[in-house]
Structure formats: C-alpha cells, structure tokens
C-alpha cells in the first residue's frame, strides 16, 4: 500500500508523447557538429602522460586518479562521431587510439569495467565493421574479436561464489557488488556471442553466459527494491549503489554506497545504469537460443527477472525525476528537504542545494528508450510507448540549454555532471555552493550514445545495439 501511494504521488517527468526521432533531428545534428568540435579539442590539448580525462573544471578536462575506467569513453566518442558524421579523421582518432592505448584495459584484472573501457573502443570498431561503414578486414576483425574475448574471460574471472550463485565483484574486493556492473555485462555477452569461454583449473569450462546470468540476477535481487517489505526503506525500484556480502559463507549482509548519500537512498546514476543495462540485456537475450537458457533457469524465468528489474528501476526513474527527466544525484541528499517540491518543477542545476546529474539522465534515457522499443516488439504497446516517450523527452531536455554546452570554448558537451559527490571531487564555481556547469567523460560519451541512436532511427538506419542480431 505504502508503495502504490508512493508511486502515485511521485510521477514527476512530464511525458511529451509527441516526440519522435525524427523530430529530433535538427538538434541531433547540431549536437554532433559541437561534439565534433569538442572532441578535436581534447585531443589537442590533452597530454597523455596526465592519464585519462575524467570530468571538467571550468570548462577543461582533468583527471582523477581512482582507475582509468574513462578512457574507454575518450576514444569511443571519437568512432561514435564517425558513425554520426562519416568525417574520417574521427575514424582514424578511434582505432589509432585504441591501438596505442586500450591494451592494458583488455587484461585489466583490477577493476569491473571491462563493458565500459572495451565495447566502447574495440566493441564500436567491429560493430562499423559489421555494418559495412567501414571496409571489412579479417585481420582488423580478428584483432577486434580476440580484444572482446579476452575482455570477457578476465571480466567473469573477477568472481565470488555466493549460495545462489555469484556475482562479478568490484574494484572494493571480493565482498562488493556494484550495480554500475550490470551494464558492463555486454562484454561477457559478446565473448559468449563469439563462442568464447573462461578456462579454468584442470581445463574447465566456465560458461560467460552463466556467469552473465548469475550476476544479473545477484544483482536484481540485492541491488534492486520491489516494494516487498525488504527492509523499512524498500520502495518499489529503489537500488542500492552497493551490496556487501560475508565471504566465510557468502551471505548478503547489507546496502553500502560509494558515490551515493547513504545506503538507504538511491543514487541516480547507478539507478540508471541499471535501467540500461537490464534493457539491453533483453534485447540480446532475443539473440540466444532456447537450447542455451534451458540449463540456467529458462528464456521464461530470466526474461520475468530481468523484465522485473527494469520496470521497477524506470518506474522509479520517471517519478523521482523533475519534470523535464533530469534527477537530483540522489533521492535523499540531505538538502532535498530545503528544495520543496521541486519534482513538480523543471529541474534548476542552479539552485543552492543539491546538485543535479545529468550523466545519469544520459545513461537513463537510452534505457527507458531501449525498454520501450522492447516492450513494443513483445506487445505491450502501452507499457513499451509510456517508456519510450519517458526517454525522448528526457533527450529533448538534454539536446537544449541549460544541459547541452554550446560555449566552443568549453570542452564538455553535456553540462551539470556530478561524479563524487561524498569525496567532494567536483568543482563548485566561485559563488556557487554546489557542483554545476561541469562535464564529465562518461555523461559526453553516453549522450553521444543516446543521440547517435536516435539519429539513426531518424535517418532509417539499423538499429544500434551493442551484440549481432
């Protein structure tokens, strides 16, 4: 009862059903003539031996030495650009780039971000390849492919056994799941795809597609709330950043968070890496054969889970979101009290407050657009088109100031970005009390994500996805 009140009290976004790709595009062309322009920018300036540009100060790329899991996104930008304009110097950016540079993210034992650094880069060039915008090469296509099965492999080796199953384990060690991981599953999705496998000891087989399986369910049933009376904060499609597990005997334990307020809140980017990255694995799991799912639960069974999990999180998006789509950093930031209600309103990233996230509304968008495409395909027209139109309207907002950055001298392309808030890490201007105006690398390359799949649906290209249908 709590719950169905919460839901109907909170719908905040305002739904612009009239929306289309195609009426979009004006603006999707616009954004990748700056985009262009901002990512020559970083590559003039930048200085390699600084590491990899994370988010912004006053308009310039910096870094932040935690792991390098951005510079996947720095040279992807650059073949997503490609794609969206056909200009070849972008192309030639992307692959010289990740030639010179990506090695060490394939055989990167230390982190969980294996779906971000290298489906960005190597995942993207063999996808062009794929598609035909780029000349095939077997050798290139060998090379692409070998990168992405060995991604995999190391990404599922990362792993804690727990009763029910396991989990792909963060870079906090062996007793930390992330929710930001389960969209870095893409990348065991291609290794299985590509028929690859984990060995392990005596030559053991060890199925990349079980080990996707088994972390998208730890994940939607510790990371993620259904309004089932899990704990006195259980709100439907609430997440936890993080679950803590004991490793004697691999029990759950409790709700942590590392970028988020508190573990009993929801921190908005990992609310929407979840949306993206369930929706996403619904659309690849059309791909696999029934034959493939029987020994790990049924297509049934894991379509109901992953299905449930991506409901509930946009569900939660769309009513904890002010009206325009763009989400507080998170649902219970401490100064959330001072701002009334301010989910009846356009969001103000400058208020004096909380800060806003627009990353997370990039990375939300795609999913709400992807999870009604989805639902449309399977015949919940309803259902599909209320998700779709959800995440239009959040794009519409960020192709528009105060979002998109259309200052030249500015090298971030999507504005109000927050990265860590709790550390304190992001710039706050002279005369502001909060973090606003700043751009982060993940918020850019995602954003370029959204538009260059909404430009392709308005130009009548095949739709973009990250596996082979």
């Not at 995440?391 to 907002?397: D, P, R, Y």
Request: hydrophobic share 35%; aromatic share 12%.
């Amino acid at each position: 009862m709590v719950a169905s009140l919460f839901d109907e009290f909170n719908m905040a976004i305002k739904i612009n059903q009239n929306l289309t790709a195609k009426k979009l595009l004006p603006k999707l062309e616009r954004f990748f003539k700056l985009s262009g322009q901002k990512i020559l920018s970083i590559e003039k300036k930048w200085r390699t031996s600084k590491g990899t540009p994370v988010f912004t100060e006053k308009g310039q790329y910096t870094t932040r030495g935690w792991t390098e899991w951005t510079q996947g996104f720095q040279f992807g930008s650059s073949v997503l650009q490609f794609d969206a304009t056909g200009d070849d110097k972008f192309l030639d950016i992307g692959y010289k780039k990740t030639l010179k540079y990506m090695a060490s993210h394939v055989s990167h034992i230390g982190v969980h971000d294996h779906g971000f650094n290298n489906i960005s880069t190597y995942g993207n060039l063999r996808r062009l390849m794929r598609e035909g915008k780029v000349p095939y090469d077997s050798r290139e296509m060998n090379f692409y492919e070998l990168a992405l099965k060995v991604s995999g492999a190391v990404q599922a080796a990362r792993w804690t056994s727990i009763p029910d199953g396991g989990y792909i384990y963060s870079f906090n060690g062996p007793h930390s799941l992330f929710i930001d991981t389960v969209r870095s599953l893409r990348v065991l999705a291609i290794g299985h795809q590509l028929g690859h496998s984990l060995m392990g000891e005596k030559d053991r087989k060890i199925s990349l597609l079980e080990r996707l399986v088994q972390h998208a369910q730890a994940t939607a049933e510790y990371c993620i709330y259904y309004g089932e009376c899990r704990d006195h904060y259980d709100i439907r499609g609430r997440t936890a950043h993080e679950s803590i597990f004991n490793l004697n005997d691999g029990s759950y334990r409790c709700p942590s968070s590392q970028q988020g307020y508190s573990p009993f809140s929801t921190w908005t980017r990992g609310l929407a890496w979840a949306i993206c990255g369930y929706s996403e694995q619904l659309e690849f799991f059309i791909t696999l054969k029934d034959a493939e799912l029987k020994p790990l639960g049924g297509r049934k069974k894991l379509n109901a889970m992953m299905l449930k999990a991506a409901k509930a999180t946009a569900d939660f998006y769309i009513q904890n979101s002010c009206v325009d789509g763009i989400p507080i950093w998170d649902t219970g930031a401490p100064n959330v009290s001072c701002m009334g209600n301010y989910l009846t309103k356009r969001s103000n990233p400058n208020n004096n407050y909380e800060p806003v996230d627009s990353s997370a509304a990039t990375i939300a968008a795609q999913g709400l657009i992807r999870l009604g495409n989805y639902l449309v395909d399977s015949g919940e027209k309803s259902a599909g088109s209320k998700y779709r139109q959800a995440g239009l309207t959040v794009a519409a907002t960020l192709l528009d100031e105060p979002y998109f950055s259309t200052d030249s001298k500015h090298q971030g392309l999507i504005l109000h970005s927050i990265y860590h808030r709790p550390n304190g890490w992001d710039y706050v201007p002279r005369g502001k009390k909060i973090p606003c105006g700043e751009s982060s690398m993940w918020g850019d390359y995602h954003a370029r994500e959204l538009a260059l799949m909404l430009l392709r649906e308005a130009r009548g290209e095949c739709y973009m996805t990250f596996f082979d249908y």
